[in-house]
């Protein structure tokens, strides 16, 4: 192994930039994205929900297919600049989608291809620049965790500038806005896209000066000490077939259950496509057992993401709906709230790799499975303290905002435990060949959350309010407050009408709506879900659901962190 210097490489900081730029354009568009399918396309909050789990699902699928072509064709290099190209192109779609709302089939059109050329470009984009962060140090190398987590405040500082900027200029309050954030996005995608062409010749180089990224993985030389050198993977017809017949049964199996198209094909392909990689006949015992490592640490993650991922839509309900957002006298937008834990992972980021380094000198620095145990422990904490906070309330009363920043805040330094490691780890574990190929299939567990997310919001507390409470207040000031009155439902002999479908855009002044607000609540009820027989029918309730399946996922992941640490081999 080269000696191991202290500083790390200015390549580190191209793709620091690059990706921080990449992932504003990323959150920026996030941030706006439910608000602008319910206040613009006038999609009520559950379908709305679906709409977005399905996009972030999808999101984070197809960097499967973008690190097989790295690993098999293109190289990193290639399929990060078509994967910035693609995404350039899909927020300006989502520019145009908010551009003509008002025609909604058009936009609604518009943003169906908007979200198709961000799904397929973020499947080139987003595992290739992960796996050239390791490539920047030698084999061994103790800075590629610290390298990880420097890298993940580069993702972090966009999504901390994203929700601000792109929510300042979309969410005021006015449909019309929206675009405005859309384009925002997209300049922050063409930033990205400039800055790579730029620098990548200079800087993206090995320690040896060789440059990253030009050729497919599949072609780089490599031997590990640990295990032979690595032969060419071997897929026989047969393997191909059976695991193309089982995703097939798979995808049956999941819609039989329930599911929608894009969510068997998300849950079957996550089931389907590992295993298709793990029954390569020219992995040795080592690559095997390491890869099993990726996997099993993959599928706990998918309980934190689901988890953490309400962000972008039961989250952002609360902080719309049942959050005072009063600030120095102003109302500050719902998705500015996005932006805290960005900037207390770019805060805290340097605390956790001094605390890793101190406890690393000591030879008391957990594994990489203890690491991420201990991060969905704190998720649980998280929405714990939440769930506390709302129990009780009312569907009107609006809590302060401390408790919802105390959530984004623990969950930051559960993220900060788990997700640059998880990273770190892939990238550490992961066969050369498969290098891209096994950071898509992690980034896929995320897909299945990310999808997962988007179903448990939509059990997010329903209010309904009384179709006459409505009316008696349309007539009182004369305003239309429920353009939806022909989805109201009979409940109890009583017509209901969910809040999500009242709008207040033509109150003018707070006190009218206040005055509005008060009244429209008498007589109003939750509506009543399931979840696998957990019923849902608070605030309190639905948080607590988190609490329970994080909780349970960290103890397990702990219990079976020793046998795993086992298979890693001697990587930490």
């Not at 972090?156 to 405005?180: E, Q, S, V």
């Not at 996550?270 to 040795?284: V, W």
């Not at 902080?319 to 006298?329: D, I, K, P, S, Y």
Request: charged share 15%.
């Amino acid at each position: 192994m080269s000696e191991v210097k202290q500083s790390h490489p200015k390549g580190l900081y191209v793709l620091f930039v690059t990706e921080m730029w990449e992932r504003f354009s990323y959150y920026g568009m996030r941030a706006i994205f439910v608000l602008f399918l319910t206040k613009a396309l006038l999609y009520d909050k559950a379908f709305g929900s679906e709409i977005y789990g399905s996009y972030t699902g999808l999101v984070y699928l197809t960097p499967l297919i973008g690190g097989y072509m790295a690993d098999r064709y293109w190289g990193n290099r290639k399929s990060i600049i078509i994967g910035g190209i693609m995404m350039a192109i899909g927020q300006f779609f989502m520019f145009m989608s908010g551009s003509f709302f008002q025609n909604i089939d058009l936009a609604r059109v518009l943003m169906l291809v908007g979200l198709t050329s961000l799904i397929i470009g973020n499947g080139f984009f987003k595992p290739n620049i992960s796996t050239m962060v390791g490539q920047l140090y030698p084999k061994g190398d103790k800075r590629i965790d610290s390298a990880f987590t420097i890298f993940y405040m580069g993702i972090n500082l966009g999504a901390f500038i994203a929700p601000l900027l792109c929510g300042f200029l979309g969410d005021t309050g006015n449909p019309a806005d929206f675009k405005w954030g859309f384009l925002a996005a997209c300049s922050g995608m063409i930033l990205s896209l400039i800055l790579f062409l730029t620098l990548k010749d200079k800087y993206i180089v090995t320690p040896d000066g060789q440059p990253i990224g030009k050729i497919a993985n599949s072609k780089r030389e490599h031997t590990d000490v640990n295990s032979a050198p690595e032969a060419k993977s071997e897929f026989s017809s047969t393997q191909i077939i059976t695991w193309l017949c089982i995703e097939v049964g798979l995808f049956s199996l999941f819609f039989a259950l329930g599911q929608g198209i894009i969510g068997c094909f998300i849950f079957s392909l996550s089931i389907a496509a590992p295993g298709f990689i793990i029954s390569d006949k020219s992995l040795t015992k080592v690559e095997r057992e390491r890869i099993w490592v990726i996997y099993i640490a993959a599928f706990f993650v998918i309980f934190f993401w689901a988890a953490f991922e309400q962000a972008g839509a039961a989250l952002t309900f609360f902080a719309e709906e049942q959050t005072n957002r009063n600030l120095f006298g102003k109302e500050i937008p719902a998705s500015y709230f996005q932006s805290i834990n960005a900037v207390a992972i770019v805060i805290f980021a340097s605390v956790f790799v001094a605390l890793w380094g101190f406890l690393g000198k000591r030879g008391m620095e957990p594994a990489s499975p203890y690491k991420q145990s201990i991060g969905l422990f704190l998720l649980a904490i998280g929405y714990l303290v939440i769930a506390f906070g709302v129990k009780g309330i009312a569907p009107e009363t609006k809590v302060g905002m401390i408790w919802l920043v105390s959530l984004y805040l623990i969950h930051t330094f559960g993220e900060l435990c788990l997700s640059p490691i998880g990273l770190s780890m892939v990238n550490k574990l992961a066969p050369v060949k498969f290098a891209s190929l096994l950071m898509g299939v992690w980034f896929l567990s995320t897909a299945s959350a990310n999808k997962f997310a988007g179903t448990l919001s939509s059990f997010y507390p329903e209010t309904m309010i009384t179709v006459a409470a409505v009316e008696a207040e349309q007539t009182a000031h004369a305003v239309t407050l429920c353009p939806k009155l022909d989805k109201a439902e009979e409940i109890n002999g009583t017509k209901y009408v969910s809040i999500d479908l009242v709008s207040f855009a033509e109150v003018k002044t707070k006190e009218e709506k206040a005055s509005i607000v008060s009244n429209i609540f008498k007589g109003s009820m939750i509506k009543e879900k399931s979840f696998a027989g957990y019923t849902i029918n608070s605030l309190y309730s639905f948080f607590m659901l988190f609490v329970v399946m994080a909780g349970i996922a960290s103890v397990i992941l702990f219990i079976l962190s020793k046998k795993l640490v086992q298979m890693m081999n001697g990587v930490r």
